[in-house]
């Protein structure tokens, strides 16, 4: 059986760490990227031979060139979820803070994407790319404007790559996550009452997971997904189909249904 590898940015914990897990159980050979190599190397021994970790910099082109260049072969699935979250209103948020979401979010996903892809096609091996974006790319959120802004924008870019590169035979989706039990919202969900409260919002009833995520990001990557490119998945139990969930109705329009 030829080996297929696949890359998995900020790898070294949260979602990461268990896309890592899903992609070396579904066969991948599994690079795992992340900024902090010590992290990475520790997700990358409890899975075992089928992941081999690196310390690479998705904002530092050159770190990702030689992080492309050190692949035995041209991957075939390429999951940017590298991301980090900067909070803050706009007319107070620091330009250092709007530039690091941008820069490891917006900019990181091209520069890995983009890097890979030339290898893909280079190679002809077609493959598919899965950028991870966020529901906070779909609606805005008060205080998470430089968040929000980066991953609207990779929605946006997902589509451009999807066209750019359909001719040859690379597909390119978004995955956006709602309300995740894990990751950047480990402090979020440690209050009882929030968990309680932000679950209750969502139709489905409950937070998602880093496996609710992951299993979409390996659908996508996947044969089953083969008719499907420049499309962003929101896997947010409904969340964003609530926008009228708290209108109030008029007692004749609600006993009409
Ligand atoms: N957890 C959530 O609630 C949630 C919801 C929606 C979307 N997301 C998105 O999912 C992705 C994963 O989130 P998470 O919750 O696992 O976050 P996390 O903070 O737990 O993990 C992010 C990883 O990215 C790495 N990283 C940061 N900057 C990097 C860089 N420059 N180069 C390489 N690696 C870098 C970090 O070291 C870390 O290991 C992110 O893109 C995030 O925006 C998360």
Redesign the pocket.
């Known amino acids: 059986m030829t080996t297929t590898w696949a890359v998995i ?9 268990v896309l890592a897990r899903h992609a070396a159980k579904e066969g991948f050979r599994v690079a795992a ?4 190599g010590e ?2 190397r520790a997700v990358a021994a409890e899975i075992g031979e089928e992941c081999v970790p690196l310390a ?5 082109e050159s770190s990702v060139r030689a992080a492309v260049g050190e692949l035995p072969a041209a991957p075939s699935l390429v999951v ?6 900067r909070f803050g209103p706009l007319l107070e948020l620091a330009a250092a803070d709007w530039r690091a979401a941008l ?3 917006l900019t ?1 996903t091209f520069l890995v994407a983009r890097t890979a892809a030339e290898r893909m096609i280079a190679e002809s091996v077609g493959g598919s790319v899965v950028n ?5 790319g779909l609606a805005a959120a008060p205080g998470a404007g430089a ?1 929000t802004s980066s ?1 609207a924008g990779v929605v946006m870019l997902t589509e451009h790559m999807a066209l750019e590169w359909g001719a040859h035979g690379i597909r390119v989706n978004a995955v ?11 402090a ?1 969900y440690a209050d009882p009452e929030v968990r309680r409260l932000r679950s209750g919002r969502v139709p489905l009833g409950r937070l ?1 997971t ?1 496996q609710d ?1 992951a299993e979409t990001v390996l659908f996508l990557g996947s044969e089953k997904a083969a008719y499907i490119t420049g499309q962003t998945l929101a896997v947010d139990g409904g969340i964003t189909r609530g926008a009228l969930n708290a209108m109030p109705r008029a007692r004749s329009d609600a006993a009409g249904d």
């Open positions: 940015t900020g790898a070294g914990r949260g979602i990461g760490a990227w992340d900024l902090d992290a990475v690479v910099d998705v904002t530092d940017n979820n590298a991301g980090i979250v820069d490891v979010n990181g991870i974006s966020s529901i906070n968040y991953k956006a996550p709602g309300l995740i039990d894990a990751g950047m919202s480990d979020i998602g880093a995520v």
